[in-house]
């Protein structure tokens, strides 16, 4: 049986691969439980440091597959609703698998990036898009609206009125323009973006576990937090970081060094 989500390790940074390049990696039922039990591997996993999403073939994910759509038309007007709840809590669950993972996360978009695949590449902590990626948040055009997180993430990478903008019309952004307003972080050249996205990722993850995880969960909140509750939150994390073994290694290896 083909796995639809694809796993791997390089050097510390696991590799998650969507795997369903005939439809462009749309997102069904199957895939959306195999990627979140790839995550939760990844997540658990200690020998992993960082996560690089991507897709196989040509995109990186369509968003949701248009046969669940249809599947869903056609159900009895009464459970439309109820159905409709209980697939979104799914696709939520996956979201925030992948948003408040406590390791450093990287969407290598290796091409469209359409809808919920906009979202997933968003909630991610940085984007890096091949020179061919395009990012679209097209749930206008299936009269929807956006429903995995790009309400809340977009605006956040973008300002609120480029954010309206790009959900109302829902337009196709290439990486040049998505690189000028902050959509994406880094562009490099398709035949490379898995291991430049990679590479970046391991050095953006070489500093403390516990460190990082913890400064992540507190900055994922900033915008919507005041000002004391993050100095409070920070107090905490520190008291935690200051009994990591890593902590008292490099405090260690300093003062030793400061010695001779």
Not at 47 to 53: G, P
Not at 114 to 134: H, K, P, Q, R
Request: glycine share 10%; aromatic share 6%.
């Amino acid at each position: 049986m083909t796995s639809l989500v694809e796993l791997s390790v390089e050097d510390s940074v696991a590799i998650v691969r969507l795997n369903r390049p005939d439809v462009r990696n749309a997102i069904n039922d199957e895939m959306r439980a195999q990627f979140i039990a790839a995550l939760d591997r990844a997540g658990n996993d200690e020998a992993v440091r960082a996560v690089v999403l991507t897709g196989n073939g040509k995109s990186f994910c369509s968003g949701g597959d248009i046969s669940g759509m249809r599947d869903r038309l056609q159900a009895p007007s009464g459970k439309v609703a109820f159905n409709g709840w209980r697939r979104q809590q799914q696709t939520h669950r996956s979201v925030a698998a992948l948003h408040g993972m406590g390791k450093v996360t990287v969407a290598a978009v290796n091409g469209a990036a359409a809808g919920l695949g906009c979202d997933m590449a968003l909630a991610c902590d940085f984007i890096v898009a091949s020179d061919e990626a395009m990012f679209s948040m097209s749930f206008v055009r299936r009269g929807l609206v956006s429903d995995g997180g790009g309400m809340y993430f977009l605006p956040r990478r973008v300002g609120l009125s480029r954010a309206k903008e790009m959900i109302f019309t829902g337009r196709a952004v290439g990486s040049t323009e998505a690189l000028a307003i902050g959509l994406a972080d880094r562009v490099r050249p398709a035949a490379t973006l898995v291991h430049d996205a990679t590479a970046w990722a391991r050095d953006l993850s070489r500093g403390s576990i516990a460190a990082i995880a913890l400064t992540k969960g507190i900055m994922d909140r900033t915008f919507e937090t005041a000002e004391e509750q993050v100095f409070a939150l920070g107090r905490e994390a520190q008291a935690i970081c200051y009994t990591t073994s890593e902590h008292r290694e490099s405090v260690a290896a300093f003062l030793d060094k400061s010695a001779r």
